[in-house]
């Protein structure tokens, strides 16, 4: 933080110290998010990934012992439908986690292929995009996976909005060629030139200073190389905050003499401060937005340490329960009598109670 000795700082040193302490804030947050990502990580693998596990192995169980049933001749015609649609959905949500024999399984039982299954999607897929988009998806193949589908598409609709920003960009930049800059525009660019100019300053002093090739001593030229590298991607986004830090570690500078400065030049420091200050921000919106997905969080919920906490409690009741229904539902399998019993109650429960706990208990 910048000192005025012993007079009150100016408000130039004032609005460049508030611009330094929300840069070091944000920081602070990114670094937060990226530890508490990492234990919850932690965390999953050891509370959901075993859930997890018993979950597949019961489904799998289920849905080889259905299989063995649909061998015989002792279930009805209602019965056997009711059976190999259970054992095709169980059979395939295993697959498209990678388990091959349960694909094999799903293409004996079911009447369309997982292949052709995929294939219907995917052309649904394509339809809907083409729908969006208004012009036909060209950039995917016709046998396009519904993955390569959905990057074209976006990529595309990243396009159409890309040369819509274009367009209007090019429209307020011909409207602003046309009128004379004004005093407050003018200040604003000479500033952002100083800003500019600013930075190419210090880092010159940097690399002038830091040239390993100048270094004869071996550590020491080591240290100068890690530290040049860090200036390097420093200079890259405009980071004022790390050259700064660099500059002091490198034992380059003075720590009062930026309050020394002219106001003007302050201001223009404070300025390449604001542009940290807003990238920061955006960073840390886009990783919260990543970890939510990552961790699937519901839409518009904060990624913190509540939040993720209670969708963790939510998954192991969600995973227990799941688990234990299919424990009850093995158990009915193992009997004929009992197998007929379930399979009936599957067919004749109304649709919105098997929505609640069919399938979707153990998906």
Known sequence: ??????????????????QLTRVDKLKAQLAELDALAQSHRV????????????????????????????????????????????????????????????????????????????????DALRARLEDVLGEPLDAAGDDASMEELLRAGMARLRESQDEEQA?????????????????????????????????????????????????????????????MSEANAAYGRKDLVTLMQIQLRAELADPAAVSRMADHKLAALTLLLKQQVADLERERAARQQRLAGEFDLPPGQATNPNTLKQHLLAQVDA???????????????????????????????????????????YF
Request: net charge positive; charged share 30%; with cysteine.
């Open 1 to 18: 933080m910048l000192q005025a000795g012993e007079l009150p700082p100016s408000p130039a040193v004032r609005a460049f110290n508030l």
């Open 43 to 122: 965390e999953l693998h050891r509370w959901v990934a075993p859930l997890q596990q018993r979950q597949r192995e019961h489904m799998r169980e289920l849905a080889l012992g259905l299989a063995e049933h649909l061998q015989g001749k002792a279930l009805s015609r209602l019965q056997q439908e009711t059976a190999t649609e259970t054992l095709c959905r169980l059979a395939q949500t295993l697959a498209e986690e990678g388990d091959t024999a349960m694909a094999t399984l799903h293409d004996q039982h079911s009447r369309q292929t997982l292949a052709q299954k995929k294939q219907a999607a995917a």
């Open 167 to 227: 367009r209007r960009q090019a429209k307020v930049k011909a409207r602003k060629a046309r009128q004379k800059p004004g005093t407050e525009q003018g200040k604003a660019q000479a500033q952002q030139t100083d800003a500019d100019t600013q930075l190419r300053t210090l880092f010159r002093q940097l690399a002038s200073a830091l040239h390993p090739d100048r270094e004869p001593d071996p550590q020491e030229r080591l240290r100068k190389t890690a530290l």
């Open 319 to 361: 995973l227990e329960s799941a688990v234990a229904q299919l424990e009850r539902d093995l158990a009915q399998v193992q009997e004929p009598a009992a197998l007929k019993r379930w399979l009936n109650q599957q067919r004749e429960a109304p649709r919105r109670v098997r929505a609640d706990r069919d399938l979707d208990d």
